[in-house]
């Protein structure tokens, strides 16, 4: 069965280092979100991205946050300059039309120190 | 002011009790998706529903979408239901186009004893 991938797993970072976070999604999906998820807190929507580019974005994808699909396969997102903050389990989802399932990765856990 | 609210916010049951959890929501919703989030993080989506009713093995969704409420079952839980059942909804976008983003609410969890 096809699934979305995530890598890495765990990511620890220093404050102010740049992270990129990979995806990728299921191959004939036209859909794609990533969300993060807080310890203890519910899942937030930061951002989706539909015929190569951004389509809708939250209030937390500030200019520090960037998406890429750089080759039709993978899907990233970039954070330039991490804060602690930014510590969170960052999922990835697609989805092949807007009213159908929505497919989730397993997640990357991101520690800032 | 949450736009997605579960309840209740924990439960627990003995195996094989018959288990409820509410979603309410307060605005128009193109869809509701229930997920299922296991002790690892992975998040798994149980059903997508935009009227009636699913069934799939032990768990059934329902929704009404006048009252804007949703429901999950499952029937003779076991251990292994332990997780996280998150609401999540596709919200009616205004004056323009969807791009299915969901908004959640805060989760269940569940917990079942043998």
């Known amino acids: 069965e096809p699934e979305v991938t995530q890598t890495p797993s765990h990511q620890v970072t220093q404050m102010g280092q740049e992270v990129i976070l990979r995806c990728v999604p299921i191959?004939?999906?036209?859909?794609f979100y990533w969300y993060r998820q807080i310890l203890g807190q519910k899942v937030e929507f930061l951002v989706s991205?539909?015929?190569?580019?951004?389509?809708?974005k939250s209030e937390i994808f500030d200019d520090q946050f960037s998406v890429e699909r750089p080759d039709g396969s993978n899907f990233t997102l970039k954070i330039r300059s991490t804060k602690l903050e930014d510590s969170a389990m960052y999922f990835c989802?697609?989805?092949?039309?807007?009213?159908?399932?929505?497919?989730f990765g397993p997640g990357t856990r991101l520690t800032v120190l | 002011k949450n736009e997605v609210e579960q309840s209740p916010q924990n439960l627990t049951a003995q195996e094989g009790e018959f288990i409820t959890i509410n979603c309410s929501y307060s605005?128009?919703?193109?869809?509701l998706h229930w997920l299922q989030q296991h002790p690892g993080g992975g998040i798994v989506s149980l059903f997508m529903?935009?009227?009636g009713k699913k069934k799939h093995g032990r768990l059934i969704a329902t929704i009404n979408i006048q009252e804007k409420h949703s429901s999950l079952h499952i029937t003779a839980s076991h251990p292994r239901d332990s997780a996280v059942y998150i609401c999540?909804?596709?919200?009616?976008?205004?004056?323009?186009?969807?791009?299915?983003?969901?908004?959640f609410g805060q989760g269940t969890i569940l917990t079942v004893h043998p």
């Open positions: 989802a697609s989805k092949r039309r807007v009213l159908t399932v929505q497919f």
């Open positions: 529903l935009s009227s």
């Open positions: 605005v128009g919703i193109s869809a």
């Open positions: 991205f539909y015929n190569n580019e951004i389509s809708e």
């Open positions: 191959s004939n999906h036209l859909y």
């Open positions: 999540a909804v596709l919200l009616i976008n205004a004056g323009g186009t969807s791009y299915g983003k969901l908004t």
